[in-house]
């Protein structure tokens, strides 16, 4: 694993900046395998791409006539490849929706990956309560259509998303071919239903199957969250959500990182946990806000803040992804 050191100090100014009472280095995830020295791609884009703008691309995926929104960023060119994130809405909410929320595709975030939005069957993903679709097919074909016409970096493909596109993150990331194609994960207020009952959430078995070691995961939740609890549901849709604390310490578990954590205070109301020591320091990283709610954390009003009627963060969940992938 080559060093991450340069890339963590430049994290550390940014923190500076953002938060200038507190400031927290967070290692940078490495590709799924070392990378290879940036070759001439030479595929152009197709003649009705426009950079920055978002396009609605169809796909059948298991039959099924799928979608999802593709944004070339600003910086793409033919003589490099270009990281992927994949950006999976909530439920009842659809690709637009996530978009506006997560500003990926903002400038002020991002310039050089490309950013992809798909489009869930009737708003819901696969790992959802009563949910059968394969959502898993649908992410493996987009990456092979991606890779067939962009200049993608395949060691430097990511997943985000939020509540059940969080929930999905996790799906992905417990499969046991995408967890070796995704280089690391980051569900803001997941959904991480479990189809168990009874149920105690503080301690129910988690099924995961990742085809690797060590795989990266970065969590965000409120403490204030009424949708999905920080402390589970023993019965939510007739399934189990296990405590957030409880999945994050299996995650911990599972890449081999015990059981011990730093705490640190990032902002006043918001703590980070993190996982692992040396090179390996924040593998599993928990960001824990305790005043905000079912949200995706901005210091700017958005979607999920208005709806709920929720005050900003005091931090941006977008510029730690961006900083962390």
Known sequence: MHSFLPRAAAFLCLATLLFPSEATVYAEQHPV??????EVCNKALPANTTIGQPQNIPITSSGVLRSYLLVIPPLYTAQASSPVIFSFHGGNRDAIDQLELDELTSPFFNNNSIVVYPQG???KWEGDPGQTQNDTQLVTDIIASLESIYCVDSNRIYATGKSDGGGFCNTLACHPTLSTKIAAFAPVSGAFYIDVQPCTPSSVPIPC??????????????GKDKTIHYSGQANRSNECLP????????????????????????????????????NETGLVTHVFDSSIGHDWPSTELNGDSRRDGDAPATFNATSMIMEWF
Not at 209 to 222: C, D, I
Request: without cysteine.
């Open 33 to 38: 395998s070392p990378s290879l020295p940036a």
């Open 209 to 222: 199957s990742p085809g690797r070691t060590k795989v990266p995961m970065l969590e965000f939740h409120g």
């Open 121 to 123: 069957i009737n708003q």
């Open 243 to 278: 405590t957030i604390p409880h999945w994050v310490r299996e995650w911990a578990k599972r890449d081999g990182l015990g059981l011990k954590n730093v705490t640190t205070e990032l902002t006043n109301d918001t703590l980070v946990y993190t996982y692992g020591t040396g």
